[in-house]
């Protein structure tokens, strides 16, 4: 695989201001680009914060490019574009239920996600509705990494996690008891759809192609060097174990990442669509998707 280079110059001498995870799976693909080895890519001024944080600056409009929840877009599309790359999609990467007990009942059961504008609960609610006739109980929003010790000291009966607590929630004493995208997969055929790039339409064409151009661009470099952007990688990823970080480099940097492609858009549009038709968010207009 080789990286194509850029030639132009950037359109822009102002630095696009972008919000992406500390996750490894960002850092992986963002690290190229934030770093000015990507000729004719647009300066970035990037901030880190998780995806619960970045679904609302994408809402308020506080950003001019940002890694978001797929689930955010029915209610940012208006005023920002979603680029064909960059993204995470894939197979066998779902968010996963946990219990304590395995094999449990959580009808009528305290559920604790990491949001309710995620990706993660679109595909949650779709699952409860398909396989829980009589629905869950209290839905409780708590950060993310507390969703683990929370289900092992009876706080909560379950809770849906994400990212690298796939690899980890057996430290926990917990069990398995769904994976999301294993059921979304087996109802759809379709790859899961989790997290979105998103940048200002205010751009423009020319300047919205161009910054698609030099991630995709990013995506490849990263690939043809995995070591390059290791240092940007570990500095960010929290203390993560460097395997578990590149087990979840391999799970969400895949053929997607680089561009959506047909059944990529198809799984962003039934997911949005499903979602619609269970009330969860507005409807998607025709064009919605459509880049730039």
């Known amino acids: 695989m080789t990286t194509e280079p850029l030639t132009a110059e950037p359109l822009t001498t102002e630095p696009l201001k972008i919000a992406y995870s500390p996750c490894p799976n960002d850092t992986f693909v963002f690290d190229a680009v934030a770093h000015g080895r990507i000729p004719g890519a647009p300066a ?34 208006d005023d920002y574009a979603l680029l064909p790359c960059g993204g995470a999609l894939g197979r066998g990467c779902g968010p996963l239920v946990l219990t304590r007990e395995p094999d449990a009942d959580l009808t009528g059961r305290t559920v604790a996600v990491p949001s309710e504008k995620s990706t993660a609960y679109l595909l949650f609610r779709l699952w409860a509705a398909d396989t829980l006739p009589g629905g869950v109980g209290e839905i409780v929003v708590m950060p ?7 289900v092992r000291d009876g706080k ?80 960010h990823a929290q203390e993560m174990d460097p395997a578990v970080a590149d087990q979840h480099i391999g799970l969400y940097v895949n053929e997607f990442t680089a561009g959506l492609g047909e059944d990529g858009y198809a799984a962003v549009r039934g997911l949005l669509t499903r979602a619609a038709a269970e009330g969860l968010v507005p409807p998607l207009g025709p064009d919605a998707l459509a880049f730039p």
């Open 44 to 77: 970035l001024d990037v901030t880190f914060a998780d995806i619960d944080l970045t679904n609302g600056m994408a809402e308020r409009g506080e950003f001019d490019v940002l890694k978001v929840s797929y689930a955010v877009l029915p209610y940012v599309l």
């Open 144 to 150: 993310f990494h507390e969703i683990m010790p929370a």
């Open 156 to 235: 909560v009966d379950a809770g849906l996690v994400i990212h690298e607590a796939r690899f980890t929630y057996q430290n926990y004493g917990l069990h398995k008891l769904a994976d999301m995208g294993e059921h979304w997969e087996l109802t759809t055929g379709l790859p899961i759809p989790l997290g979105a790039i998103i940048a200002r339409r205010s751009l423009g064409a020319e300047a919205l192609t161009r910054l698609a151009e030099s991630l995709r661009a990013s995506v490849r470099a990263a690939w043809d060097d995995p070591l390059a952007s290791r240092p940007y990688v570990m500095a």
